[in-house]
């Protein structure tokens, strides 16, 4: 990246290099938005997610696949994951545990089934 060019946004949006492109100003408001989004996913997921990433570009192709691997399966055996399933299962909404909130409280929407 030092070496290269500067290019503009929407040259980094089309390199895949961005998450949203917004109109001048609407930075700060598109950047909460995302925040909030982010705040709601789970927390071991996002904890795993993120190490793994810090560690790839150390590994080789081969050891990125297996923690990959190992992620997915640890994080298969959560109550996160099978929640997942059971709503896949019954056609409905998940129900997802807010931050701030006791652990006993779910917030659930459009239940089918």
Do not use: C, H, W
Request: proline letters at 5%.
């Amino acid at each position: 990246m030092f070496l290269r060019p500067r290019f503009s946004a929407e040259g980094a949006s089309r390199f895949g290099l961005l998450t949203d492109l917004v109109p001048a100003g609407q930075a700060p408001a598109r950047a909460l938005e995302l925040a909030a989004e982010a705040a709601r996913l789970p927390r071991l997921a996002v904890a795993i997610t993120k190490q793994a990433v810090n560690v790839f570009p150390e590994t080789s192709r081969e050891a990125a696949l297996l923690i990959e691997r190992l992620a997915y399966a640890a994080l298969g055996q959560t109550k996160d994951a099978g929640e997942a399933a059971r709503a896949g299962q019954v056609n409905r909404e998940l129900a997802v545990p807010r931050r701030g909130r006791s652990a006993d409280r779910v917030e659930k929407s459009s239940l089918v089934g």
